[in-house]
């Protein structure tokens, strides 16, 4: 089974970046698709970003498109999350997912999980 890490969470003001990292490990890290979703309190997880396993395919939600990257370095075994321009709607606990192969938006495709980073977008 895969084992996720994330990393780089904090508090930032609102215009500010952070760079989050999903390490993995055990499992073959390329084989699989790679998700970023967060939850807000009180909020449903959200899907925020995807990146098929080889790197070629990326999927943004709306609301993040423009400001967040995602990228993955499959020699180290880790997917990233650049995010720019942040927003205090942005504050929430960031997840990173795998799946076998197919990237996908929706969190219940997901196999794996991490145990979240906390990110908060002071005003």
């Known amino acids: 089974q895969v084992q996720l890490v994330e990393s780089g969470g904090g508090l930032v003001q609102a215009g500010g970046s952070l760079r989050l990292s999903c390490a993995a490990s055990?499992?073959?890290?390329?084989?699989?698709?790679m998700g970023w979703f967060r939850q807000a309190p009180g909020k449903e997880r959200e899907f925020v970003t995807a990146v098929s396993w080889s790197g070629g395919t990326t999927f943004y939600a709306d609301s993040v498109k423009g400001r967040f990257t995602i990228s993955r370095d499959n020699a180290k075994n880790t997917v990233y999350l650049q995010m720019n321009s942040l927003k205090p709607e942005d504050t929430a606990v960031y997840y990173c997912?795998?799946?076998?192969?197919?990237?996908?938006?929706?969190?219940?495709?997901?196999?794996?999980w991490g145990q979240g980073t906390q990110v908060t977008v002071s005003s």
């Open positions: 055990r499992g073959n890290f390329n084989y699989y698709a």
């Open positions: 997912a795998a799946r076998s192969w197919e990237v996908a938006k929706t969190s219940a495709k997901y196999d794996y």
